[in-house]
């Protein structure tokens, strides 16, 4: 297949995926299982990190904060919680043999390297329009309360170890891991076993889902910008599937993270504008193949498989058993289904396992 920027099309996705029922919960099972480990560790290591982020941000005490402590905190905090979704995908990945860089949009792509460069930063320039106009309107507007990291961020000097714990925590490291777990390795799972459509709204879904700190206070500011995040993870996932390479989403992202006073943040806002109104045939096809590939059946079906799945872990909690048991049993049995159900990458016969 070709790729182009102007007339988009599915590249990353399996010629042949397993749409049955049993591939279906399996992936779902899977997918759940590396992001509640991936969770699970992230408290565990904000435990056993020590002094933690927010004891070097000041958060309880209103101290200033030590900028290079939080970075040093929240770089091993990643180590912790990403290390124990690694473990785990490649241990499934292994039993299912999805072992090639171009099952997780890794390999080299026929756009070309300056054309995924564009693409990402067109990509990021949109993605951040909704958040930036969001950021804007609340200098002007009491749209709700800021979240606690926000407070601190604008209440202290952004110097360069501000901007080392940006890097760190925002614009660089976090976006690269961010979209091999949720692109590289989520999507493509999901892509498996659901049409692209399907398995990019569950994935979007599922990482907005853990940014559940804009939806504490309850108000119009933290509601208005988990839309933005649900916008951005579409955004960064069509352009994943279309490009079949995750380098576009891991730029975007990073552009979006930029943290900026309101000044460049307005020139964000208006580079954004200005690059649909540049692009407006092009964006406008992506926006197509958005709502075709969406709306599909197959996306009911996803809906459906995951509402049973759902209510199958409600009637399990409603037993009260041990997570330890409930986890090792969904672990046994990712493990049981990966060994008889292997990936549908493989299918393709382009890759030596095949």
């Not at 792509?109 to 564009?118: F, K």
């Not at 609340?138 to 709700?144: D, M, R, S, V, Y």
């Not at 501000?162 to 979209?179: D, K």
Request: proline fraction near 5%; hydrophobic fraction near 55%; charge should be neutral.
């Amino acid at each position: 297949m070709s790729a182009s920027l102007s007339r988009p099309e599915i590249l990353y996705a399996p010629s042949d995926p397993a749409l049955g029922l049993a591939s279906k919960f399996l992936a779902l099972v899977e997918v759940v299982l590396v992001v509640v480990a991936s969770v699970a560790a992230a408290v565990i290591a904000q435990r056993l990190v020590s002094p933690g982020l927010g004891e070097t941000l000041g958060l309880a005490t209103g101290a200033a904060p030590d900028y290079l402590a939080s970075s040093l905190a929240i770089g091993q905090q990643f180590v912790l919680q990403y290390g124990a979704a690694l473990a785990l995908v490649l241990l499934f990945s292994a039993l299912r043999r999805r072992t090639a860089p171009r099952h997780y949009a890794l390999a080299a792509c026929p756009m070309g390297m300056m054309r995924l460069i564009a693409l990402g930063v067109i990509t990021g320039l949109i993605a951040s329009i909704p958040t930036q106009a969001i950021f804007l309107a609340k200098e002007t507007w009491p749209l709700g309360k800021d979240t606690v990291l926000w407070t601190v961020m604008e209440s202290n000097p952004w110097d360069w170890t501000f901007w080392v714990f940006a890097a760190t925590g925002s614009f660089l490291l976090v976006p690269i891991i961010e979209e091999l777990m949720w692109r590289s390795y989520v999507l493509g799972r999901l892509v498996e076993a659901f049409r692209p459509g399907a398995a990019l709204v569950l994935s979007s879904l599922i990482f907005a889902g853990l940014h559940f700190q804009y939806l504490v206070n309850g108000d119009f500011l933290g509601y208005a910008t988990m839309a933005g995040v649900i916008i951005a993870a579409l955004l960064f996932g069509l352009v994943t599937l279309t490009s079949g390479s995750v380098l576009p989403a891991i730029i975007a992202h990073m552009i979006l993270n930029i943290p900026m006073t309101m000044e460049f943040g307005a020139g964000r806002l208006a580079l954004g504008l200005a690059t649909i109104a540049v692009f407006a045939i092009p964006v406008g096809r992506y926006a197509v193949l958005l709502g075709k590939i969406v709306f599909q059946p197959d996306t009911l079906i996803m809906a459906c498989c995951v509402i049973a799945l759902g209510v199958v872990g409600y009637v399990i909690a409603s037993q009260h058993p041990s997570p330890v048991i409930v986890a090792a049993g969904a672990f046994a049995a990712t493990v049981i289904g990966a060994l008889f159900l292997k990936s549908s990458w493989i299918k393709d016969g382009r890759d030596p396992a095949a």
